[in-house]
């Protein structure tokens, strides 16, 4: 089993439509990072959170450690939010990040 | 500041030469990290200095791979000889690390590799 899951995988909505994609995690951990990778593009960090809540224009992130869980949700989506979203984990010792497997959204206009 | 820096953004090379990548970490970070990411694979850390100096190295896939920090501002990701199976897309990323606190974690715009 891996250390982190996400979940969908893939997912596909209409503009306008609320999306939700979760993260499930294995280890302690310090912190929780949402990242976004276009298309052939880079990888860029969207959040880096290790409780409660934190938002930036359409996006929110969501943290419970207790539960092991993170959700990133986008509100309003529209196509150029097509991306991959990958959640991933600083361990609680050490600096490195340990990955989910990504979340495919195609956002149809 | 103009971000995390990555030379060349394309290298194509055939089996069995040296290949050299290069990074800039922004300027006042203190960890930076080598990553490779593979459609089968993902993302995977292959090492990661600390104030230049290498404190995880598990993810270098075996002796082929080499890396070099030798001042703060310069990194390089060295592959001798290069093989087929080493064509990814390899990043690296930057960041302040304070203790346990991490901020300004940033990726570069990654060099897609691809050894025919």
């Known amino acids: 089993k891996n250390e982190v899951e996400q979940s969908p995988q893939n997912l596909t909505a209409q503009e306008g439509e609320f999306i939700t994609i979760n993260c499930s995690y294995s280890v302690g951990i310090s912190a929780l990072h949402w990242l976004q990778q276009h298309p052939g593009g880079g990888i860029v960090s969207l959040f880096m959170?290790?409780?409660g809540k934190k938002k930036h224009g359409r996006l929110i992130a969501t943290i419970n450690i207790q539960e092991k869980h993170s959700s990133l949700h986008i509100t309003a989506s529209h196509p150029r939010d097509s991306a991959v979203y990958i959640c991933a984990v600083f361990r609680a010792a050490g600096n490195k990040l340990t990955f989910g497997g990504g979340t495919r959204v195609l956002v149809k206009p | 500041d103009a971000g995390v820096i990555q030379s060349p953004r394309h290298e194509v090379t055939e089996m069995g030469q040296e290949v050299t990548l290069r990074c800039k970490p922004i300027s006042g970070h203190n960890s930076l990290f080598w990553y490779r990411q593979t459609m089968m694979r993902g993302l995977e850390l292959l090492i990661y200095?600390?104030?230049?100096?290498?404190?995880?190295d598990s993810g270098m896939p075996e002796d082929r791979f080499s890396a070099k920090m030798p001042n703060a501002s310069f990194s390089t990701l060295k592959i001798q000889p290069s093989e087929p199976r080493d064509s990814a897309v390899y990043f690296c990323a930057s960041s302040l690390a304070m203790g346990a606190r991490i901020s300004g974690y940033t990726f570069g715009s990654g060099t897609r590799l691809t050894v025919v």
């Open positions: 959170l290790s409780s």
């Open positions: 200095f600390n104030n230049n100096v290498p404190i995880d």
